[in-house]
């Protein structure tokens, strides 16, 4: 089979790898869309992501979906030719977290996680035209949601735990301190950065019930997206406009650590915001005054735990993640798909990749 494998920044290949068989309570997953995502990119371009560096060839991409091509011995309830994604996480030990941390899997301290070189040796990822999962990873698609939709499940799910984290804040309707509850329903919500992202991140606010998402960000290709996602407003920060004043929910999902002083004066006092883009894991100067003055409680958010189950519900219901689509490339062609991804003046969003073919096409 044919594989998107990194073996150094700037070196991709696709490399020949051997058909891999499905073991016990494994499935082999026949691929057909894969998303591009800020941490394949990094790989491509540096090496490494945040703080896991590359030390062998990595097969890249966490954003997948496909149809089971098989099954392993003691695999039941799933069917060949079924539309499916994957969950990429998957717990390394026993998974047993302490009493604070109960259900929130996604800050166990050993998570293998697909296309990450975290741990080694590395976990490959799924941008290959065959993946052997564990079947507890499958996620059937819903009827009506096809597999090019299904690849976002996974991107839509970190936009949907970041509206839950909110919850986490108290204060939210439904807020819960696990942060798995609090819809948004009647509230006024400000996302800043639209990349895909954020645009996903407005697509989740309004399916929880905000009355009014305003995005903001520096380009106007972004905010297209933003707007074709649910955005009722939109702010370019890139022409100088500043971002709205006193919105009680901020969901700063730029992840620009100059971003930071702005958001937090747009955040009304008492207010909230919840930090989805990832930060910098090294020393970075922000003007942080407003955090105290204002009492804002900021909240982080990182990745998902079952969301994903949510983001399927979602789509199955009418969310509909394909304005967050910009590029779509062959699998040969994925080394310009990365660059497309990369390029802040290509105007992209959501970068695809095709890795296989579906019966009777797309």
């Known amino acids: 089979m044919r594989a998107v494998v990194v073996h ?78 994957v969950h990429p996480a998957e717990l390394v030990g026993d998974g047993r977290l302490p009493d604070r941390l109960a259900g929130r899997t996604n800050l166990y301290p050993r998570v293998r996680y697909f296309g990450s070189a975290a741990f080694d040796p590395h976990t490959d990822g799924g941008f290959s035209e065959y993946r052997v999962v564990r079947a507890a990873q499958v996620r059937a698609l819903p009827e009506g949601v096809s597999t090019e939709q299904g690849a976002l499940a996974e991107p839509l799910a970190v936009a949907m735990h970041a509206v839950r984290r909110a919850g986490a804040a108290g204060g939210l309707a439904g807020g819960a301190s696990d942060g798995r509850a609090g819809d948004l329903r009647g509230r006024t919500v400000l996302v800043n950065g639209a990349g895909p992202i954020g645009s996903l991140v407005v697509a989740a606010a309004k399916h929880r019930g905000a009355a009014t998402v305003i995005a903001a960000d520096v380009s106007a290709a972004s905010l297209a997206v933003a707007r074709a996602m649910g955005a ?76 994903i189950d949510d983001a399927l519900l979602a789509m199955r219901d009418g969310l509909d993640v394909s304005p967050v689509i910009s590029h779509r490339f062959g699998l040969e062609e994925a080394a310009r798909a990365l660059a497309t991804a990369a ?20």
Not at 242 to 262: I, K, T, Y
Not at 343 to 362: E, F, I, T, Y
Request: net charge negative.
């Open 343 to 362: 390029d802040p003046a290509s105007g992209s969003s959501k970068v695809m990749l095709r890795l296989g073919a579906a019966p009777g096409g797309r």
């Open 232 to 307: 009722d407003e939109t702010v370019d920060v890139g022409d100088g406009t500043a971002l709205p004043r006193d919105v009680e929910l901020v969901f700063e999902a730029s992840g620009a650590p100059a971003a930071l002083g702005p958001v937090l004066r747009a955040t009304a006092p008492g207010g909230t915001v919840v930090q989805v883009g990832n930060l910098p894991g090294a020393a970075v100067a922000a003007a942080l005054g407003d955090l105290v003055t204002r009492e804002i409680t900021w909240i982080g958010s990182y990745r998902f735990v079952e969301e």
């Open 8 to 85: 150094g920044p700037g070196d991709l290949r696709i490399d020949e790898r051997p058909d891999p068989v499905p073991g016990p309570g494994e499935v082999l997953l026949a691929l057909e869309w894969g998303g591009i995502c800020g941490s394949d990119v990094a790989y491509f371009k540096h090496g490494g992501s945040g703080t896991a560096t590359l030390r062998h060839p990595l097969v890249l991409g966490h954003e997948v979906a496909g149809r089971i091509a098989g099954t392993g011995p003691g695999v039941s309830g799933l069917a060949a030719g079924q539309p499916v994604t």
